[in-house]
């Protein structure tokens, strides 16, 4: 079986059909942050299931969601015991011959990039045992991983990809085809650094900052008694609804120019409260009338 190509783009979906997309690959290669992605498009997932309950996950689902949901993501990760690895591609053929339109995903990273990230966030690998070294629960991984890597439909190499431009890589990969235009709304603080892939940056400074209130400074704009707070506020309200107005105006003209991606970042001073709040109240407006809308909180997460 030959080596799959790296990919640069990621098949467009059949709305039609049942499809079930495994993210599977290297422990820090950026499986959660694909996972997430594709919830924020709407797929049912579930992260780290025992292969053998693959095939009760699809019907399951489409039981549980009157058939509606039919887009499902799942994470299988080495965390799954040897023999259950063993079994994926057996699983995904049976499933690919009752119909599942099935596409696996191998998340790829450097063995130079893991042990970094592993070092920097302080994390434990799970092959990582007393008495073994990360690298060598690194290449024990590897090595297990191999036959899953030789099957997968795309192999995504991160070593060279931030948070943000891999989650434009699956987000654009697997929008629904009828979503010509995927939006990502992306809350972050000035005082960290503008996000270099946005597009479009507002500045929410000039509001009433929650910050200043006790009680509400370890909140976020996820918070209930935030959002009451800034909800209060007429220049929020007034804010909101400029910048709501300016993109009803400007976003059909970027459809028009065939655009796929687009990230709007609204900034605050903490990117914990204010620019939170906005990234949620756009996303949910625009979720109200297209499919394919993310929401990033580059200092919550």
């Not at 920097?120 to 290449?139: F, K, N, Q, W």
């Not at 946005?198 to 006790?214: E, Y």
């Amino acid at each position: 079986m030959s080596e799959p190509a790296p990919a640069t783009t990621l098949p467009t979906l059949d709305p039609d059909a049942v499809h079930l997309v495994v993210l599977t690959g290297m422990s820090g290669g950026g499986k959660t942050v694909a996972l997430r992605a594709l919830e924020d498009l709407e797929f049912y997932c579930v992260d780290n299931l025992p292969t053998g309950l693959l095939p009760q996950l699809v019907p399951a689902v489409l039981k549980n969601h009157g058939g509606r949901q039919r887009r499902i993501a799942v994470g299988v990760d080495v965390r799954n015991p040897g023999e259950d690895l063993e079994q994926m591609p057996v699983v995904l053929s049976e499933l690919a011959a009752s119909g599942v339109q099935v596409h696996l995903i191998f998340l790829d990273c450097r063995d130079d990039v893991l042990i970094k990230r592993y070092s920097e966030t302080r994390r434990r690998h799970p092959l990582a045992l007393r008495g073994v070294s990360l690298a060598d629960a690194i290449a024990n991984e590897r090595r297990l991983l191999r036959p899953l890597m030789a099957i997968a439909e795309r192999v995504i190499d991160s070593s060279e990809l931030n948070v943000h431009q891999l989650r434009r890589l699956v987000a654009a990969g697997y929008a629904q085809a009828a979503a010509r235009l995927t939006l990502m709304f992306q809350s972050f603080a000035f005082r960290r650094g503008l996000p270099l892939d946005a597009d479009f940056v507002f500045d929410a400074r000039c509001l009433p900052n929650p910050h200043w209130k006790p009680e509400l400074r370890p909140l976020s704009g996820k918070d209930a008694p935030v959002r009451e707070f800034l909800e209060a506020e007429p220049l929020v309200t007034e804010y909101y609804a400029d910048t709501a107005r300016w993109l009803d105006a400007w976003l059909p003209r970027f459809e028009q120019d065939d655009r796929s991606y687009v990230t709007i970042a609204i900034g605050c001073t903490g990117g914990r409260h204010r620019s939170v709040y906005l990234v949620e109240k756009l996303a949910a407006h625009y979720r109200a009338q297209r499919e394919s809308v993310l929401t990033f909180h580059r200092e919550l997460e």
